[in-house]
Nanobody, 126 residues
Framework: QVQVVESGGGLVQAGGSLRLSCTAS????????MAWFRQAPGKEREGVSC????????YYADSVKGRFTISRDNTKNTLYLQITSLKPEDTAMYYC???????????????????WGQGTQVTVSS
């Protein structure tokens, strides 16, 4: 059974940075596409970034390009999302997901992912 666990969220001021982490048991992250999604209160879930299983390609939602960086440490079986220049509109629950599609349309590919974590809250104060 696959279990995905996120960590690293918190309360930060606008302009600050965070690094989110995602680990998985029962799954080798390097073998599958991985993605980060987020959902703000009252809004639909959106994909923010993904990385293909070989790590050859990464994709980002337009709203986060240049500020978010997805990476993976295969030796630690851990996925990361480095977030910089945080904005209040980045406030959301962030979820890690495994095994779905990873392409330029990552924003709308949530339904292709079957394994999800419980999320980690990111709150950005202005």
């Amino acid at each position: 059974q696959v279990q995905v666990v996120e960590s690293g969220g918190g309360l930060v001021q606008a302009g600050g940075s965070l690094r989110l982490s995602c680990t998985a048991s029962g799954l080798t992250l390097a073998d599958v596409n991985m993605a980060w999604f987020r959902q703000a209160p009252g809004k639909e879930r959106e994909g923010v970034s993904c990385i293909t299983w070989r790590g050859l390609s990464t994709y980002y939602a337009d709203s986060v390009k240049g500020r978010f960086t997805i990476s993976r440490d295969n030796t630690k079986n851990t996925l990361y999302l480095q977030i910089t220049s945080l904005k209040p509109e980045d406030t959301a629950m962030y979820y890690c997901a495994a095994g779905g599609a990873c392409k330029t349309t990552i924003q709308i590919l949530g339904a292709t992912y079957n394994d999800w974590g419980q999320g980690t809250q990111v709150t950005v104060s202005s």
